[in-house]
């Protein structure tokens, strides 16, 4: 309580603060835009710790599964990966763990909806989704930046953002086509895209798309099937937009999406850490997300531009037991095994969650401050199907929320609120009603010659979730974190050569996580949880298409168990260091090598050793004659077939994958 207090007072005191600045620190300056064409812009010109996985990137990494496109961001690890059925996306040393795919600490929206299903048991995430539907992937790592789109996001968010009709007409009336075939060699992976964007005026414009994927057994590097099956993934995608009005001021769109996969006779445990005790299942999952958004930006005034979003999101699991599969059928595993399987094999799931936004942003001026003001209110219901293990229920939340970049000349401040309440209840157990009052202040100040120190402070809580309102009731009250960040960024050209560019981020934090009821070690929960670490994102550029790319990422933490004191946070990731050297030769041809290295991790219950995994890269665009607007790219993952399991992973990474792709846009 004695933190919320001073956070007040600090977000007030920086807005009061303000006008008094020195006149000096209130001038206005701009240092250029600094461009470095490699493969990744590094956002030095924010303070949160934010990383923009773009269009082309997408299509560069040829990724399967959207957890496989966004490991490649510092803080970001996968727990397994491959499939968008047992993999899980840890950030921060928050989100997957090996028996869930979630704890509700690292946020996913596509489109504006809110994704993710609770803590599903030995089942995995539920971004049950396609790389091939999304023009961008926003990564937020920590908590800045995320109280204007939820609570509770201790490790951070990820935004996925759909495909638009003018990423392929260029905003121009028209029609245009894009199809794209892709082959990968470990496993006989198969996908097909097609896309269609129709821009009849300028006003309105619609885009469709439908991709199929395939994906067979891979090997890992010792050529051991790492799973049972492989997994077909269909998938659509519509979006449209309808501009009307005199001056265009309003806007209409609506986003439809779906995706699904229907296995046969697969483990349950899709992290494959119970060995057969559970058995097979035969598992369909269905994903679906509308969106229908309303905009509003007026003319002749900068105070009012008004969104308002209707999203809806329909989650379904479907699992039968496979009768024989179990060996405790036959074999005692110190437990009676029901006839037909456990209840908890044969449990069905649903999710459904409506939101509700409105956020209008207001640009002004208060004497020397120029400020962003973003002031937004939702309502939020999910419902949950009652299952085996998994008790359905209703929960209802209303929050506001308030996100000012306050600009002071090289000065940028940013305070940040959110308020929420939440009613959460079901049959069998009882209701509860919590609220929490969230946010925290996020600086940058840019000194000349492209140097900037950033920092932050927030303070966050994560309301109580269905899952855990059972018998006995784990968690009943929200859970609460702080953390603290520091760091700096440059910008710089002309430094080393002519033409060059040279762009870098650096950012620690420190994250404290008390009332804790998400995370126990011997039926007993844990009384709190410290994590620190640094990330690094730097790219570099010669005006001979020379470029390289590097990140890295180092984090440590540590659990407190009563009675059984301080103990490694088996959360976190091993260190690593990724770096990818390139070259382009205009828009024609991009060659690239990227090397992956994670260090020893010993500070855990279940060491891993080091490994080194290199990729290549090379996509070719031809700019003239009969093969203009077509692209082919060629992967090769994993070049020397090694064999190797992050750590966090419950299985082995996939051995040596040769992926082809061709694409030709019409």
């Given at each position: 309580?004695?933190y919320?207090?001073?956070?007040?007072?600090?977000?007030?005191?920086?807005?009061?603060l303000?006008p008094?600045?020195?006149?000096?620190?209130?001038?206005?300056?701009?240092l250029?835009?600094?461009?470095?064409?490699?493969?990744?812009?590094?956002?030095?010109d924010?303070?949160?710790?934010?990383?923009?996985?773009?269009?082309d990137?997408?299509?560069?990494?040829?990724?399967?599964?959207?957890?496989?496109?966004?490991?490649?961001?510092?803080?970001?690890?996968?727990?397994?990966?491959?499939?968008?059925?047992?993999?899980?996306?840890?950030?921060?040393g928050?989100?997957?763990?090996?028996?869930?795919?979630?704890?509700?600490?690292?946020?996913?929206?596509?489109?504006?909806?809110?994704?993710?299903?609770?803590?599903?048991?030995?089942?995995?995430?539920?971004?049950?989704?396609?790389?091939?539907?999304?023009?961008?992937a926003?990564?937020?790592?920590?908590?800045?930046?995320?109280?204007?789109?939820?609570?509770?996001?201790?490790?951070g968010?990820?935004?996925?953002?759909p495909?638009?009709?003018?990423?392929?007409?260029?905003?121009?009336?028209?029609?245009?086509?894009?199809?794209?075939?892709?082959?990968?060699?470990?496993?006989?992976?198969?996908a097909?895209?097609?896309?269609?964007?129709?821009q009849?005026?300028?006003?309105?414009?619609?885009?469709?798309?439908?991709?199929?994927?395939?994906?067979g057994?891979?090997?890992?590097?010792?050529?051991?099937?790492?799973?049972?099956d492989?997994?077909?993934?269909?998938?659509?995608?519509?979006?449209?937009?309808?501009t009307?009005?005199?001056t265009?001021?309003?806007?209409?769109?609506?986003?439809?999406?779906?995706t699904?996969?229907?296995?046969?006779?697969?483990?349950?445990?899709?992290?494959?850490?119970?060995?057969?005790?559970?058995?097979?299942?035969?598992?369909?999952?269905?994903?679906?997300?509308a969106?229908?958004?309303?905009?509003?930006?007026?003319?002749?005034?900068?105070?009012?531009?008004?969104?308002?979003?209707?999203?809806?999101?329909?989650?379904?699991?479907?699992?039968?037991?496979?009768?024989?599969?179990?060996?405790?059928e036959?074999?005692?595993?110190?437990?009676?095994?029901?006839?037909?399987?456990?209840p908890?094999?044969?449990?069905?799931?649903?999710?459904?969650?409506?939101?509700?936004?409105?956020?209008n942003?207001?640009?002004?001026d208060?004497?020397?401050?120029?400020h962003?003001?973003?002031?937004?209110?939702?309502?939020?219901?999910?419902?949950?199907?009652?299952?085996?293990?998994?008790?359905?229920?209703?929960?209802?939340?209303?929050?506001?929320?308030?996100?000012?970049?306050?600009?002071?000349?090289?000065?940028?401040?940013?305070?940040?609120?959110?308020y929420?309440t939440?009613?959460?209840?079901?049959?069998?157990?009882?209701?509860y009603?919590?609220?929490a009052?969230?946010?925290?202040?996020?600086a940058?100040?840019?000194f000349?010659?492209?140097l900037?120190?950033?920092?932050?402070?927030y303070?966050?809580?994560?309301?109580?979730?269905?899952?855990d309102?059972?018998?006995?009731?784990?968690?009943?009250?929200?859970?609460?974190?702080?953390?603290?960040?520091?760091?700096?960024?440059?910008d710089g050209?002309?430094?080393?050569?002519?033409g060059?560019?040279?762009?870098?981020?650096?950012?620690?934090?420190?994250?404290?996580?008390?009332?804790?009821?998400?995370?126990?070690?011997?039926?007993?929960?844990?009384?709190?949880?410290?994590?620190?670490?640094?990330?690094?994102?730097?790219?570099y550029?010669?005006?001979?298409?020379?470029?390289?790319?590097?990140?890295?990422?180092?984090?440590?933490?540590?659990?407190?168990?009563?009675?059984?004191?301080?103990?490694?946070?088996?959360?976190?990731?091993?260190?690593?260091?990724?770096?990818?050297l390139?070259?382009?030769?205009?828009?024609?041809?991009?060659?690239?090598?990227?090397?992956v290295?994670?260090a020893?991790?010993?500070?855990?219950?279940t060491?891993?050793?080091?490994?080194?995994?290199?990729?290549?890269?090379?996509?070719?665009?031809?700019?003239?004659?009969?093969?203009?607007?077509?692209?082919?790219?060629?992967?090769?993952?994993?070049?020397t077939?090694?064999?190797?399991?992050?750590?966090?992973?419950?299985?082995?990474?996939?051995?040596?994958?040769?992926?082809?792709?061709?694409?030709?846009?019409?």
């Open positions: 309580m004695m919320r207090t001073g956070l007040r007072c600090l977000l007030l005191s920086s807005a009061a303000t008094a600045l020195p006149a000096a620190a209130q001038t206005e300056f701009s250029g835009t600094i461009v470095v064409e490699s493969k990744r812009e590094v956002q030095t924010t303070a949160t710790a934010e990383t923009v996985v773009d269009l990137e997408i299509e560069d990494r040829q990724a399967g599964t959207i957890a496989e496109l966004v490991d490649s961001v510092p803080g970001v690890n996968l727990v397994n990966g491959g499939s968008p059925v047992g993999s899980g996306i840890n950030v921060r928050f989100g997957a763990t090996g028996t869930y795919g979630t704890d509700q600490k690292v946020g996913i929206q596509v489109g504006g909806a809110t994704k993710g299903s609770e803590e599903l048991y030995r089942i995995g995430t539920q971004l049950f989704t396609d790389p091939d539907l999304y023009r961008e926003v990564v937020l790592r920590g908590m800045g930046g995320t109280f204007e789109f939820g609570s509770g996001y201790f490790g968010l990820l935004r996925l953002e495909i638009q009709a003018a990423d392929l007409t260029g905003g121009a009336p028209g029609f245009a086509f894009k199809k794209t075939l892709q082959y990968s060699s470990n496993g006989d992976g198969l097909s895209s097609s896309t269609a964007a129709w009849p005026t300028e006003n309105f414009e619609v885009l469709g798309n439908y991709t199929w994927r395939k994906q057994v891979q090997d890992d590097g010792d050529g051991t099937p790492r799973s049972e492989g997994y077909t993934l269909p998938s659509w995608l519509l979006n449209s937009r309808l009307f009005g005199e265009g001021a309003h806007s209409l769109s609506l986003l439809l999406s779906r699904e996969t229907d296995r046969s006779d697969v483990p349950y445990d899709s992290f494959g850490t119970t060995g057969d005790q559970f058995g097979n299942v035969d598992r369909a999952t269905e994903d679906s997300t969106v229908l958004g309303y905009a509003y930006d007026a003319p002749g005034t900068d105070l009012i531009d008004l969104e308002v979003d209707l999203s809806y999101s329909d989650q379904k699991i479907e699992q039968e037991y496979v009768p024989g599969s179990s060996i405790c036959v074999v005692d595993c110190g437990f009676p095994f029901p006839p037909g399987g456990f908890t094999v044969n449990a069905d799931h649903r999710y459904e969650t409506t939101k509700l936004t409105a956020k942003t207001a640009l002004f208060t004497g020397a401050v120029s962003d003001l973003r002031i937004g209110a939702e309502y939020i219901r999910r419902e949950r199907k009652e299952a085996s293990a998994a008790p359905g229920g209703t929960e209802d939340r209303v929050a506001l929320f308030a996100v000012d970049d306050m600009r002071m000349g090289r000065l940028t401040v940013t305070p940040q609120l959110r929420e939440q009613e959460i209840g079901g049959d069998g157990y009882d209701d009603d919590n609220s009052l969230m946010g925290g202040v996020s940058r100040y840019a000349s010659g492209g900037s120190v950033l920092g932050g402070a303070y966050n809580e994560n309301l109580p979730i269905l899952d309102l059972g018998t006995p009731a784990f968690m009943t009250e929200p859970e609460k974190a702080t953390t603290f960040e520091a760091g700096l960024s440059f050209r002309d430094l080393l050569a002519a060059d560019a040279l762009a870098l981020k650096a950012m620690a934090y420190d994250t404290h996580y008390w009332s804790v009821s998400s995370y126990s070690s011997g039926g007993a929960h844990y009384s709190q949880v410290d994590l620190s670490g640094l990330e690094l994102e730097a790219a550029s010669l005006a001979n298409g020379v470029y390289v790319d590097l990140n890295a990422n180092i984090a440590r933490g540590e659990g407190v168990l009563p009675g059984a004191g301080k103990s490694d946070w088996e959360g976190i990731p091993a260190d690593q260091l990724r770096m990818t390139g070259k382009r030769w205009g828009e024609t041809l991009d060659l690239s090598w990227e090397v290295t994670d020893e991790m010993t500070r855990s219950a060491p891993s050793p080091s490994f080194t995994v290199h990729n290549l890269r090379a996509t070719y665009r031809p700019q003239s004659g009969v093969l203009e607007d077509t692209e082919l790219r060629v992967g090769l993952e994993n070049l077939d090694e064999y190797y399991t992050p750590h966090l992973a419950t299985r082995p990474a996939p051995g040596r994958n040769l992926k082809l792709t061709l694409s030709k846009t019409f």
